[in-house]
Nanobody, 123 residues
Framework: QVQLVESGGGLVQPGGSLRLSCAAL????????MGWYRQGPGKQRELVAT???????NYADSLKGRFTISRDNAKNTVYLQMNSLKPEDTAVYYC?????????????????WGQGTQVTVSS
């Protein structure tokens, strides 16, 4: 069983920074892509950023330059550094991971989601 555990959310003033972390806990698996999504009040969940196991990144156009995604493959952990935060960045942030389990006759790939961490940008 794989569990994604997020941390680092909280209340920050406009212009401030936060760093989110998400660790994939468990054993017997590897991880392909990892990423972050967010869901603001009254909004649909949207892509923030993704990163492959090789380090290739992809960002929502509106967030390029302010947010940086990174990962530590040895720790099965993905990070999201958020700078110059704005009130419109207020949302629940969810991490996701594509978990691969090698079987005798093949492998399975399953998308797991974290429980979400609240980020509030307000003065």
């Amino acid at each position: 069983q794989v569990q994604l555990v997020e941390s680092g959310g909280g209340l920050v003033q406009p212009g401030g920074s936060l760093r989110l972390s998400c660790a994939a806990l468990g054993s017997g698996f590897s991880i392909n892509g990892m990423g972050w999504y967010r869901q603001g009040p009254g909004k649909q969940r949207e892509l923030v950023a993704t990163i492959t196991s090789g380090g290739t990144t992809n960002y929502a156009d509106s967030l390029k330059g302010r947010f940086t995604i990174s990962r530590d493959n040895a720790k099965n952990t993905v990070y999201l550094q958020m700078n110059s935060l704005k009130p419109e960045d207020t949302a629940v942030y969810y991490c996701t991971a594509e978990v691969v389990v090698q079987l005798v006759y093949g492998r399975t790939m399953t998308a797991y989601w974290g429980q979400g961490t609240q980020v509030t940008v307000s003065s």
